[in-house]
């Protein structure tokens, strides 16, 4: 049966069983959701065993579980390695959604006027990640798989993956295949079909300022002792010059450097930069001086604060001069440039910047490397042909602006490259409020993947 009518005939069924898994709040970084974590697994194991998956198992780990299962049709065909992640980000603020994040709701909107999924996890990576179940599906009952496919689906990428390298390196026979492929990135737009090309990597710190060994009356100590909010603020100022370059010594030593060329070829993909800010409410853009929005967002390593705290923040006033404050910052990396390196120049950095009056400590948390998919390997091309079949045009190699830190660790674990097949979009709100998962891309990605094994086999042989 073709893969359009199948999908039609099985429509509802398709996204009511998405709409039951969003429903599930997997929040990985909240220990409350223990038990909604171990739910999703098993969901996810019934959906797959039904469908004719063997060796189905939810394999624990020091953290949560991660879910594995297989169908092995020939041991001499190529064998394909999804990977998805079932954890979603916190939802907060609760208080800027537009209906409870996990409690999903189809709206049409301008911008998908087939309806959109608004849901924590529609589209990172719940949806997207379903998608390869679903292809998966069509392929059993339709005898049209053409590969040996293998699922590893995780529960902690949205906090680090901690577990998923100690679970690789004891389960290399296990997980030996011969590409790996992800649906966790997105695409240009509906209309213009674009596979992920390189990834940036990540740094992910948290620095802690003290000051006096308690909280003081503003008024008795203040302009007498250092107020660590105000430190920390003028630290973190330093950070960027004026040109937005960042400062941390060292930082940009191993960038790769774009062409000329290179440069001008990725700046003729669909932009507009006054929709842009139009969709963002803002009035200009920022950020590196001498560069273009689509290369800030991509090719050009980041420092971003993404949480600062201390003091007195609640109702009223209350008139004092904090102990401590604390920050959270990322930093986007680039090809050549090492998460290690640069924890270790960051720390340095920010530890030479706080003045005698306070006390500094920096805390690594995770990290990941950048990666690049060679676009004239067959793992591109059979994605490339797979979009062309769909969408009816070849796609475009776009290179993201986020990280999916484990890319790196499969190729030197595993020894095989990935390749990144996201039918998302730039602006479907993941990792914030109302976030959205357009229904077209949903069954466009069921509709396509099919095709990837098709042709990754006919180009193996």
């Not at 429903?23 to 959906?47: G, N, Q, Y």
């Not at 409690?103 to 924590?120: C, D, L, Q, S």
């Not at 719940?126 to 390869?132: D, F, N, R, S, V």
């Not at 293998?150 to 993956?161: A, C, D, L, P, R």
């Amino acid at each position: 049966m073709d893969i359009k009518l199948y999908i039609n005939q099985n429509r509802d069924r398709f996204l009511n069983e998405l709409l039951e898994l969003l429903r599930i709040p997997s929040v990985s970084a909240d220990s409350r959701h223990k038990a909604d974590m171990v739910k999703t697994a098993e969901f996810l194991k019934a959906r797959l065993e039904e469908i004719g998956a063997e060796n189905v198992e939810i394999c624990p780990t020091p953290g949560h579980p991660i879910l594995y299962g297989e169908k092995i049709i020939d041991p001499k065909l190529p064998t394909v390695l999804v990977y998805g992640h079932y954890d979603v980000q916190p939802p907060d603020p609760l208080d800027l959604w537009e209906s409870g994040p996990f409690e999903p709701v189809i709206k049409k909107t301008e911008r998908h006027p087939e309806g959109a999924i608004y849901a924590r996890g529609a589209c990172d990576d719940k949806g997207q990640m379903y998608m390869h179940i679903k292809a998966f599906e069509y392929m059993m009952h339709n005898n049209a798989l053409h590969c040996n496919v293998k699922f590893m689906i995780e529960g902690e990428e949205e906090v680090g993956s901690s577990n998923l390298g100690p679970f690789i390196k004891a389960n290399k026979e296990r997980l030996k295949c011969d590409v790996i492929l992800i649906s966790d990135t997105s695409m240009i737009a509906n209309d213009v079909p674009s596979i992920t090309s390189g990834l940036r990597g990540l740094c992910y710190m948290e620095v802690e300022v003290t000051g006096p060994n308690r909280d003081l009356h503003s008024g008795t100590y203040g302009g007498a002792v250092a107020n660590p909010i105000n430190i920390l603020s003028k630290m973190i100022a330093s950070l960027h010059d004026e040109n937005g370059h960042i400062t941390v010594e060292g930082f940009y030593a191993d960038v790769l450097e774009l062409s000329v060329e290179e440069r001008t070829a990725m700046n003729k993909a669909p932009f507009s930069l006054e929709e842009y800010k139009k969709a963002l409410d803002i009035n200009d853009v920022w950020g590196e001086k001498g560069y273009t929005t689509i290369e800030r967002a991509s090719v050009r390593p980041t420092l971003d604060v993404n949480g600062m705290w201390g003091g007195y923040i609640g109702e009223g006033a209350k008139t004092v001069l904090p102990s401590k404050a604390y920050a959270k910052i990322s930093m986007r990396l680039v090809p050549n440039q090492s998460s290690e390196k640069i924890t270790e120049l960051f720390s340095r950095h920010f530890e030479k910047l706080a003045p005698p009056s306070v006390k500094v400590k920096v805390t690594p948390h995770h990290g990941g490397e950048p990666v690049l998919t060679p676009t004239d390997g067959i793992e591109y091309r059979a994605a490339a042909k797979a979009y062309e079949a769909t969408f009816g045009k070849e796609p475009i190699p776009a290179r993201a602006g986020g990280s999916i830190p484990i890319v790196a660790l499969f190729e030197a674990v595993l020894g095989v490259k990935t390749v990144l097949m996201g039918f998302g979009l730039d602006s479907d709100a993941i990792h914030s409020p109302n976030e959205n998962f357009g229904l077209f891309n949903y069954f466009k990605g069921i509709e396509t993947i099919p095709y990837f094994y098709q042709y990754f086999k006919e180009l193996k042989d």
